[in-house]
């Protein structure tokens, strides 16, 4: 089915219509190129040195793409028709905008496959096999995600007079929004360690870890606090255990000797 003019979804239809289908979803939209001279080769290339494949978007996500298109092609060619029926949704936009997914969602909830709409289970791109993800941790971990962090996005804007440079007001509006994201990136939000499901992973891994810090997850009630204080050292890992903040964009001023009138 096209969905949103450019993205995809495959109904691959099982045999047994009393299971509960599946979803599998990825998107083969990509983040820009950024800096060319930063690329050891061209992004858009697809070169493979025999170990690594690079190109932009090889983990996020056409990697996935090609992974799932490949395993139902070499599972039909091998087991035939599945005995539950499956969907594989993806979208041209997700860096973007929501067309794709939102039609895909759409699309599907007007579907009378039955069980209240209900899937077995959806398996978005979701993390990568990672190595050395914690101190002392040498074996590869996959990690299933089984929740997904919210975000919002807020603009702050700041409005002043016209001015000239050689008679300033204080503070001009950069200089206020200049504050207000210092402030921003100054305030850490609490730890919310020990209320989601990172307890299960800790609980995963300890037994693979080496002396003190198995002793620590094995202890969570005991040493939690200095976890939480470990855990905040490494950006992924904080992330876990907190809401956290990014100052993204930001605009102002118009001419060197000229105030602004406007930041954000």
Same mark, same amino acid.
């Given at each position: 089915?096209?969905?949103?003019?450019?993205?995809?979804?495959?109904?691959?239809?099982? %045999?047994?219509? $009393?299971?509960?289908?599946?979803?599998?979803?990825? !998107?083969?939209?990509?983040?820009?190129?950024? $800096?060319?001279?930063?690329?050891?080769?061209?992004?858009?290339?697809?070169?493979? #040195?025999?170990?690594?494949?690079?190109?932009?978007?090889?983990? #996020?996500?056409?990697?996935?793409?090609?992974?799932? *298109?490949?395993?139902?092609?070499?599972?039909?060619?091998?087991?035939?028709?599945?005995?539950?029926?499956?969907?594989?949704?993806?979208?041209?936009?997700?860096?973007?905008?929501?067309?794709?997914?939102?039609?895909?969602?759409?699309?599907?909830?007007?579907?009378?496959?039955?069980? #209240?709409?209900?899937?077995?289970?959806?398996?978005?791109?979701?993390?990568?096999?990672?190595?050395?993800?914690?101190?002392?941790?040498?074996?590869?971990?996959?990690?299933?995600?089984? /929740?997904?962090?919210?975000? *919002?996005?807020?603009?702050?804007?700041?409005?002043?007079?016209?001015?000239?440079?050689?008679?300033?007001?204080?503070?001009?509006?950069?200089?206020?929004?200049?504050?207000?994201?210092?402030?921003?990136? +100054?305030?850490?939000?609490?730890?919310?360690?020990?209320?989601?499901?990172?307890?299960?992973?800790? !609980? +995963?891994?300890?037994?693979?870890?080496?002396?003190?810090?198995?002793?620590?997850? +094995?202890?969570?009630?005991?040493?939690?606090?200095?976890?939480?204080?470990?855990?905040?050292? %490494?950006?992924?890992?904080?992330?876990?255990?907190?809401?956290?903040?990014?100052?993204?964009?930001?605009?102002?001023?118009? %001419?060197?000797?000229?105030?602004?009138?406007? /930041?954000?």
């Amino acid at each position: 089915h096209d969905i949103a003019e450019y993205s995809l979804l495959y109904e691959i239809r099982g %045999k047994n219509s $009393n299971l509960k289908p599946f979803l599998l979803s990825a !998107h083969f939209d990509v983040v820009p190129t950024g $800096n060319l001279s930063r690329w050891k080769y061209p992004p858009f290339d697809g070169h493979s #040195d025999g170990q690594f494949i690079y190109a932009r978007g090889t983990l #996020d996500d056409k990697g996935s793409v090609f992974t799932m *298109m490949e395993a139902l092609k070499e599972y039909l060619n091998v087991h035939g028709q599945p005995s539950r029926t499956f969907y594989i949704g993806l979208t041209h936009d997700e860096e973007v905008g929501r067309a794709g997914a939102m039609g895909i969602a759409k699309y599907l909830s007007k579907q009378p496959f039955g069980h #209240d709409g209900q899937f077995e289970f959806v398996l978005d791109e979701g993390t990568i096999i990672l190595e050395e993800a914690f101190p002392t941790l040498h074996n590869p971990i996959a990690i299933i995600g089984v /929740a997904e962090k919210g975000y *919002m996005t807020i603009e702050y804007s700041i409005s002043l007079p016209p001015g000239h440079s050689s008679m300033p007001t204080a503070p001009t509006a950069i200089g206020i929004l200049a504050r207000a994201v210092d402030k921003l990136e +100054s305030t850490l939000q609490p730890s919310q360690f020990g209320r989601g499901p990172e307890i299960s992973l800790l !609980h +995963s891994i300890t037994p693979y870890l080496k002396f003190p810090l198995r002793l620590a997850l +094995s202890n969570i009630w005991l040493f939690g606090y200095l976890i939480q204080l470990a855990l905040a050292q %490494k950006p992924g890992t904080n992330a876990l255990q907190r809401t956290t903040s990014a100052v993204t964009l930001i605009s102002g001023g118009e %001419k060197e000797n000229i105030l602004p009138t406007s /930041a954000s």
